[in-house]
């Protein structure tokens, strides 16, 4: 185990010009080795600019970023050595066609002839490119295009991936595919930091999620731990088939909500601290018919809305 | 398709990295190897139109044409083609490094991928000014066969001093080419069309390219204002190099390519590193 972590920012800051205000006002977080770090925030929050200095593409005016222990400011080439990006909008190199954006990326990271070939193969394999890997990538498709950016990335065996709003504009198969890659990559123990505003992606890929807005990072912590600063978070929630309001008979467990929904149906919320065996046992008493039992935990989206506000940015 | 299934390729064991110093030289010598490769297999019949069509028709027109129709003189050719080598010189090396620089960090953003390959940002930056040179330096020599075939005297290399050709060759393609870094780096992408209006024509007609520079005596202002551009001094030293006419005294031509370098080359690189790393 090592005792450095993957990705240390320390007090992050960067002006992009002398009058313009601060785009990022001292972030500081670390990412382990192997985790799944999420950078979620609405438009403008410092995402980009944070992965910018990561990248060694945006000089930071204040702070330090430290990749594998090493400072990206003072030993960029290195960092690169170790870093990937999966950039928002394509950048594949429209002069050459799929395969050689492959192996001519694999060339820029030093490797022969042979193993770029043989790696080059087995990515188109991978990310469901064989039998394209002649075309011009201009006559790639959006999601083609992504999965051969994220093969392009892989190349050179980095041990950070950063992908940056990676399902912004992808149909829901490219989608899955992206997620399963994701599980894919953990599981070989890549360390990921992704930017998203969607909290659905980030719930479900990340380990732990940091929530930026106005440049500074406002909340850190698991998706489950994020969801518990939504204050009233804990309960039950029931839907049932009852012919009339079905609340009188779950009053004993707690305070009670229900909402009819379609038909005969009803959303029931018992709020405190009740055990799913308490509720199943009710709503049999009741003779309710119990189609859907879940804990309400508060979604990502209430967390974020609930940190973030309303406003438009 | 399963993504369970792991191809035995990728399962290599974390890989041992190249020390810095060997990955930044991989890098440099890759990268030259893509733009070597595009340039073969894409772009040869793109960059040959460009680089050689306008200095063809230059040396038709004026070389030919006019001394047939009486409107020049005869050897009016021989004095011209020095200056249509310098002008495709550093117009090739120009071009090809400011209009692929526009494109790349604005359009298509396939400048990025090479920014993050291992070396420097700025290498990046004279790697494209080599490949820009080399491309200019080719242009050059295909057009002395050419202009064999089209001027009625030929072309008499006799008496060249080819030490003087190979430097004036080599200076001018790297001038051109530091040139359209600046360009490259400085215009923005909304502005190209108008940036070829104002810097190159211009350019094309103050560079000592239609008369040696020595005989604009009595035209002295002009002859002051051609003094600031670079071409001037690729012009008069591609004379001095394989006519040996009256040209800019060589000492002149040498201080002039000199500055041009520097100072075009720093400001190049500053103004690339500058779009490259924010």
């Known amino acids: 185990m090592h005792a450095v972590p993957m990705i240390e920012v320390d007090e992050l800051r960067k002006r992009y010009a002398p009058q313009a205000p601060e785009a990022v006002k001292g972030i500081s977080f670390g990412v382990e080795r192997g985790e799944v770090f999420g950078l979620l925030g609405p ?48 950048n ?27 790696r080059a193969q087995a990515m ?31 190349m050179h065996e980095p041990s950070v991936l950063v992908l940056d709003e990676p399902t912004t504009g992808l149909d829901p198969q490219s989608r899955l595919f992206l997620w399963d890659q994701v599980e894919n990559l953990r599981a070989r123990g890549v360390t990921l930091v992704l930017t998203t505003h969607d909290m659905a992606e980030a719930d479900r890929l990340c380990d732990r999620i940091a929530i930026v807005d106005h440049g500074e990072v406002i909340a850190l912590d698991t998706p489950r731990g994020l969801r518990t600063l939504l204050p009233s978070a804990q309960g039950l929630e029931l839907t049932v088939a009852a012919p009339e309001d079905p609340a009188p008979g779950y009053a004993t467990l707690g305070d009670v909500e229900s909402t009819a929904t379609i038909e005969d149906r009803w959303t029931v919320r018992v709020y405190g601290a009740l055990s ?38 | ?67 047939e129709i009486g409107a020049a003189q005869g050897a009016y050719g ?69 202009a064999a075939l089209i001027l009625p005297g030929g072309v008499d290399l006799g008496g060249a001093d080819w030490l003087g050709f190979v430097l004036v ?3 001018g393609a790297t001038v051109g080419a530091a040139m359209g870094l600046v360009l490259g780096t400085s215009v923005p992408p909304n502005r190209i069309s108008v940036m070829f209006a104002i810097v190159l024509t211009p350019l094309l007609f103050t560079g000592a390219t239609f008369y040696p520079w020595s005989s604009l005596h009595s035209l002295q202002w002009f002859q002051i204002v051609t003094l600031f551009n670079p071409l001037t001094y690729v012009s008069e030293g591609m004379r ?12 002149w031509i040498v201080v002039g390519l000199a500055v041009s370098t520097v100072l075009f080359g720093w400001w190049g690189t500053r103004g690339f590193t500058r779009r490259a790393v924010d």
């Open chain 2, 169 to 171: 060759v080599a200076g």
């Open chain 2, 78 to 146: 021989t004095l011209l083609l020095p200056g249509i080598l310098a002008l495709t010189l550093v117009l090739t090396a120009l071009q090809n490094t400011s209009l692929p620089l526009v494109i790349e960090f604005s359009f298509s953003k396939e400048i990025e991928d090479r920014l993050l390959a291992p070396l420097p940002a700025w290498a990046v930056g004279i790697q494209k000014v080599v490949i820009a040179a080399v491309r200019g330096v080719i242009a050059a020599i295909l057009i002395i066969p050419l």
């Open chain 1, 43 to 90: 438009n403008g929050a410092g995402k980009t600019t944070t992965i910018g200095v990561m990248t060694t593409r945006v000089r930071p005016t204040g702070g330090t970023v430290r990749v594998d222990g090493i400072d990206v400011r003072k030993h960029p080439v290195a960092v690169k050595q170790r870093i990937a990006v999966v950039p928002q909008r394509p």
């Open chain 1, 124 to 154: 188109l394999e991978r990310f469901g490119l064989e039998g394209r890997e002649n075309d011009r990538v201009d006559n790639y498709s959006g999601g083609m295009a992504q999965r051969l950016m994220i093969a392009r990335a892989l």
């Open chain 2, 240 to 251: 001095a190099a394989i006519v040996g006419g009256p040209h800019l005294a060589t000492h």
């Open chain 1, 92 to 118: 594949l190199d429209r002069s050459l066609s799929a395969i050689e954006n492959l192996t001519f990326h694999a060339a820029y990271f030093g490797f022969s002839r042979q193993e770029r070939r043989v």
């Open chain 2, 1 to 67: 398709m399963s993504t369970t299934e792991k191809p035995a390729e990728l399962e290599v064991p974390a890989r041992d990295l190249l020390p810095v110093r060997t990955a930044q030289v991989r890098a440099f010598v890759a990268l030259c190897q893509r733009d070597v490769w595009v340039s073969v297999r894409r772009d040869l019949v793109s960059f040959l139109a460009q680089a050689l069509l306008q200095p063809l028709f230059y040396l038709f027109i004026f070389g030919r044409v006019l001394p």
């Open chain 1, 276 to 313: 799913p065996g308490d509720a199943v046992a009710a709503a049999d008493r009741a003779g309710h018919d119990l189609i859907e039992l879940r804990r309400i935990e508060g979604t990502l989206e209430d967390v974020f809305v609930h940190l973030t506000g309303r406003d438009l940015r």
